[in-house]
C-alpha cells in the first residue's frame, strides 16, 4: 500500500536526519538517486570492474548541493 510506504520512508528520513546532526555517517543502499539526493550531502557510488588495478577505485564520490 502506497501510502504505508510514504509514511515508513519519512520516519525513516526523520531518523536519519536525527542521526546526522551528531555528525554520524549513515550507510544507505538504495537504488533510486534522486531520492539520496534529498537526504544526503554526500554520495559514494559502488563501481564494478574486473581488473584488479581499475577495482581500486571502487568508489565514486558525489558532493550533491
Given at each position: 500500500c502506497e501510502e504505508?510506504?510514504?509514511r515508513m520512508r519519512?520516519?525513516?528520513?526523520?531518523?536519519?536526519s536525527n542521526i546526522t546532526?551528531?555528525?554520524?555517517?549513515?550507510?544507505?543502499a538504495s537504488?533510486?538517486?534522486n531520492?539520496?539526493?534529498?537526504i544526503c550531502d554526500t554520495i559514494y557510488v559502488m563501481n564494478?570492474?574486473?581488473?584488479?588495478v581499475a577495482q581500486k577505485r571502487a568508489f565514486t564520490k558525489?558532493?550533491?548541493?
Open positions: 504505508t510506504n510514504i519519512n520516519i525513516v528520513y526523520d531518523m536519519l546532526k551528531n555528525k554520524t555517517g549513515v550507510v544507505i537504488q533510486n538517486f531520492e539520496l539526493e534529498t564494478s570492474y574486473d581488473d584488479e558525489i558532493i550533491v548541493d
